[in-house]
């Protein structure tokens, strides 16, 4: 299991993806026009995740960079479902 922290833009379509590859995690609006969250799933998935947020985004996002910190191998999952956060 890995666990890592991201920055990307667009909620709706970032949650879909995370769902459609079985993470878990969350995402979250900034007032800076930008996406946080957390995103937690079998290793393969979480990088999966990381190509799809880093080249592909939702078809309105304009990705000028992607980042991702934090990412660490986890024992079990931290947390559950995948959900937007307001």
């Not at 993806?17 to 946080?36: A, F, I, P």
């Not at 995103?39 to 999966?48: C, F, K, N, S, T």
């Amino acid at each position: 299991m890995s666990s890592l922290l991201l920055q990307e833009s667009n909620l709706q379509y970032t949650e879909k993806e995370g769902l459609r590859l079985g993470l878990v995690g969350w995402v979250k609006n900034t007032y800076s026009g930008t996406v946080v969250g957390q995103v937690q799933g079998p290793a393969d998935r979480v990088e999966e995740m990381k190509v799809w947020l880093s080249k592909e985004g939702s078809p309105t996002s304009r990705i000028t960079r992607a980042c991702f910190s934090n990412q660490r191998s986890i024992d079990k999952l931290e947390l559950s479902g995948f959900k937007t956060r307001f």
